[in-house]
């Protein structure tokens, strides 16, 4: 059969337009699907992989964000009361780690247990911190807030002393005072009078009764509010400052720069001038005039799901439901296990090119509840276990 | 312009504008089924990030713990407004509905021989006793819990089954903002009043005409969240409120608050609160004068709001979470097994606690004595997804809220006939007609 001018003109459009159309397809799904970076694996097989290349590799990778590995791990298998750990905190030669099952303490290389029989409020220790000016061990609990001073307990409950509410979710020691975020309010407990007073949507500008974050930073009081975004207290003045997200819609952020992503918070973390701020819908920062939002298809974010966070020397670390990322703001870490073979993975992103390395170590369970960081020593609590790493590259 | 460069042109346009297309975020269907045009901004202003369009997945440990082995029973929460408080009637009536389905189940055998048995708790107790209460549960070792309907309290314990990864069926909540929190630890198996937002809003502006509507509403977090999504979509459909009052639980007089209304001449008033206050206020609405029509929210769709407001429920239109007049054998056989059992008829409280508790057993008769496999199979989005209950057809979307089947109510003759409000598919087109 022979082609017409008119039809080998018809069957030219239609090629170009196949080859068009599939170049565009392929473009668009590789843009979409890498977030337009460029993705660079080491082989994670290779058994001879040491800690050693894998050091070399991460700093030829990365200048200046710090970068952890050797990571030696924890479970109820060697020392922990229950694999479920909520929060973990450095104290000196010390770490005391919250589990399910009890206070957990590692001095020495040796771990020891507190429960209730020793007197804490209650088996599940979800918040940890301790004061600076007494050494006292603050504890939130499951069941109220115990006090761990000379080698005893004693305990804050809703009856016995007028704390808003017995679920401590977070304690942050400041001063002589004691703030709490609980599941009926927030408190501060002044250890001279010995008086709680408590904040809810009656006293301050929470339009939610309930808090779940709080911390400490620029002369100010972080809350956390859970659905009625954050909660600033200036001490200085006694005020209070309250930060939404300025749409105004759960199922939407209008814009990420705008305010917080989010109203559902789950911590705040001040540090180097910068207030941190963990939803289950991403991230975002705040210099004190501008804010910035980061989620996990724009950024290093592992995932929006986090957990808690802890910002530490203008790095804050990010306890997602899909590993620990660390960030500066524009570079990322993020480690994760590598379920098939118990290894280590870790994504560095670099201006907009992500690199994955893998470690011969690894943290015990990439569904992170808790972190501290003090010098070139980090602690990560997890969904099954607890982690110890060291820094590698500052 | 010769005809194949004419054609070279077109198939170019269309071309670009699928490459556009490519490059938008996907958002294949709006969450909550919201219409587009009622979908915040939508109409103005591309958002940087939709939520809620892909469920969360649990991705922490637990799946690999075994069952113990000395169990006698298999414990299940349960969590109700039960003692002081002003819902307490609408707890017991949830109450008596997992019950009933509890026992059921043990007469089927319960759990592999083992009988479930309820762990009851209150919820109105201390201030955040719902918190405390949840902790006392994951104490009793219970495998997962049902409950609340206090929006608060429903809050409160489902962060506290978060932190304790329980998995928690919420059958009497209507609170939105619940199940946006995105936890994947929660079923909602009612409808709540974003659905109901567009029911009574297409039932309000489109079908009736309304222009001019003023609000009453209960001071509480029920009526300010309640309202919230009706407030949306009347402001989209191009008729924003004209004025809100307020009124607490267990105020008896709202001249004031009706006063105020009166003087804008609202063309019809929509109150948000509970059966009694709700009677209360529309027995004052007539007693001045007013004779606007006047809409509500589900909570008026009972026995009590019936007997306080006596002839003046006469036209009375609210949505409803539940039919009991639905041409549903399951449902007949509840009604008779329900009265039989607790000499009461059931309402909505009482039927989604029953249809919960049922999905609830299910779930665990697969999952085994594993919470985060119980967790899995309530949220797999698969097994219980468009589930028939007595409720009629439960449907799923991303968070696990319940946008099934909902009802408007109308008062006829002293008593309330229910019509199927298809508003997922038809807000701002039309209502239907009964399909039960």
């Known amino acids: 059969m022979i082609m017409t001018k008119k039809t080998f003109k018809y069957l030219i459009i239609f090629i170009f337009t196949i080859v068009f159309l599939g170049a565009g397809y392929f473009l668009i799904n590789n843009l979409k699907s890498s977030n337009n970076l460029v993705k660079n694996e080491v082989n994670e097989n290779n058994t001879t992989f040491s800690v050693a290349d894998n050091k070399k590799d991460l700093e030829k990778n990365f200048e200046s964000m710090p970068i952890f590995g050797n990571w030696e791990s924890f479970t109820s298998e060697n020392g922990l009361p229950d694999d479920k750990t909520y929060c973990v905190r450095i104290d000196g030669e010390r770490i005391l780690v919250g589990t399910h099952g009890g206070l957990a303490v590692y001095e020495n290389k040796k771990w020891k247990t507190y429960t209730k029989e020793d007197g804490l409020a209650h088996n599940g220790v979800i918040s940890i911190d301790v004061s600076e000016l007494t050494g006292d061990v603050w504890l939130g609990t499951l069941g109220g807030l115990s006090r761990w001073s000379a080698g005893k307990f004693e305990n804050f409950t809703q009856l016995n002393s007028g704390m808003p509410n017995d679920l401590v979710y977070s304690v942050v020691c400041d001063g002589k005072?004691?703030?709490?975020?609980?599941?009926g309010g927030a408190g501060a407990y002044d250890t001279y009078t010995k008086k709680w007073q408590i904040f809810t949507e009656k006293n301050a500008p929470m339009h939610e009764p309930w808090t779940y974050g709080i911390s400490k930073g620029d002369g100010k009081i972080f809350i956390a509010a859970w659905g009625g975004g954050v909660i600033e207290y200036t001490k200085k003045t006694r005020t209070f400052r309250d930060y939404h997200d300025p749409d105004g819609n759960m199922e939407i952020d209008l814009f990420p720069d705008d305010g917080i992503v989010h109203d559902i918070t789950t911590g705040t973390s001040w540090s180097n001038g910068f207030l941190w701020v963990s939803t289950y819908f991403g991230l975002s920062r705040y210099d004190g005039v501008k804010w910035k939002g980061y989620f996990d298809h724009d950024s290093g974010l592992a995932s929006n799901f986090i957990n808690s966070l802890k910002a530490y020397r203008g790095v804050v670390f990010l306890c997602t439901d899909k590993g620990l990322s660390t960030t500066d703001g524009t570079n990322w870490v993020t480690y994760k296990r590598n379920d098939n073979n118990s290894k280590g993975k870790v994504f560095i992103t670099k201006e907009e090119k992500i690199t994955e390395t893998a470690s011969s170590s690894s943290i015990s369970h990439s569904f992170i509840i808790g972190v501290d960081v003090k010098d070139d020593i980090i602690w990560v609590a997890t969904s099954k276990g607890i982690s110890r790493g060291e820094l590698l590259k500052q | 312009m010769k005809p194949y460069i004419l054609n070279l042109a077109i198939i170019l346009c269309m071309l670009l504008l699928s490459v556009s297309n490519l490059i938008a975020q996907n958002k294949s269907k709006m969450y909550g089924n919201t219409p587009d045009r009622l979908f915040p901004y939508n109409n103005f202003e591309k958002a940087y990030k939709y939520h809620f369009i892909d469920p969360i997945q649990f991705s922490g440990a637990g799946r690999e713990k075994l069952p113990p082995k000395d169990l006698k029973e298999v414990r299940i929460g349960f969590l109700g407004p039960l003692e002081g408080s002003a819902i307490v009637s609408l707890g017991k009536q949830m109450l008596q509905g997992t019950m009933l389905a509890i026992e059921e189940a043990n007469k089927k055998?319960?759990?592999?021989?083992?009988?479930?048995?309820?762990?009851?708790?209150?919820?109105?107790?201390?201030?955040?006793?719902?918190?405390?209460e949840v902790v006392k549960m994951d104490d009793e070792k219970v495998w997962a819990f049902l409950g609340s309907i206090d929006d608060i309290v429903s809050h409160v314990a489902l962060r506290a089954a978060l932190k304790l990864e329980i998995p928690m069926v919420c059958t009497g909540n209507p609170d939105p903002t619940y199940t946006e929190t995105n936890i994947p630890w929660t079923l909602r198996v009612i409808s709540d009043d974003?659905?109901?937002?567009?029911?009574?809003?297409?039932?309000?502006?489109?079908?009736?005409?309304?222009?001019?509507?003023?609000?009453?509403?209960?001071?509480?977090?029920?009526?300010?969240?309640?309202?919230?999504?009706?407030?949306?979509?009347?402001?989209?459909?191009?008729?924003?409120?004209?004025?809100?009052?307020?009124?607490?639980?267990?105020?008896?007089d709202f001249k004031m608050q009706l006063e105020s209304i009166k003087q804008l001449t609202p063309e019809a008033i929509l109150i948000w609160g509970n059966a009694k206050e709700s009677a209360l206020i529309i027995k004052q609405i007539r007693s001045m004068g007013l004779k606007q029509p006047i809409y509500c929210s589900d909570?008026?769709?009972?026995k009590e709001f019936l007997e306080i407001a006596g002839p003046f429920a006469e036209g009375i239109v609210s949505t409803s979470p539940y039919n009991p007049e639905a041409n549903n054998p399951k449902l007949k056989e509840f009604q008779i097994n329900y009265f039989k059992r607790f000499k009461q008829q059931p309402d909505a409280f009482s039927a989604h606690a029953y249809d919960g508790m049922k999905i609830l057993i299910e779930a665990i008769n697969k999952g085994g004595l594993n919470r985060v496999l119980i967790r899995d199979y309530l949220l797999d989005l698969k097994t219980f997804q468009n589930y028939q209950g007595i409720t009629g057809k439960i449907v799923f979307d991303a968070t696990w809220n319940d946008i099934g089947d909902i009802w408007l109510a109308k008062v006829k003759n002293g008593k309330f006939t229910f019509i199927l409000n298809d508003a997922n598919e038809n807000v701002g087109t039309k209502i239907k007609g009964a399909k039960n």
Request: hydrophobic share 35%.
């Open chain 1, 177 to 183: 005072d004691v703030w709490v975020a609980t599941g």
């Open chain 2, 109 to 132: 055998g319960g759990y592999k021989g083992l009988p479930y048995k309820l762990m009851v708790h209150n919820d109105a107790g201390l201030w955040g006793a719902a918190a405390n």
């Open chain 2, 194 to 252: 974003r659905q109901s937002g567009y029911a009574i809003g297409a039932y309000i502006f489109e079908k009736m005409k309304h222009k001019r509507v003023a609000v009453m509403r209960n001071s509480g977090r029920y009526g300010r969240v309640g309202v919230g999504e009706f407030y949306g979509i009347a402001k989209r459909m191009g008729h924003p409120i004209r004025i809100e009052e307020r009124f607490d639980t267990g105020e008896t």
């Open chain 2, 299 to 302: 909570r008026i769709v009972s």
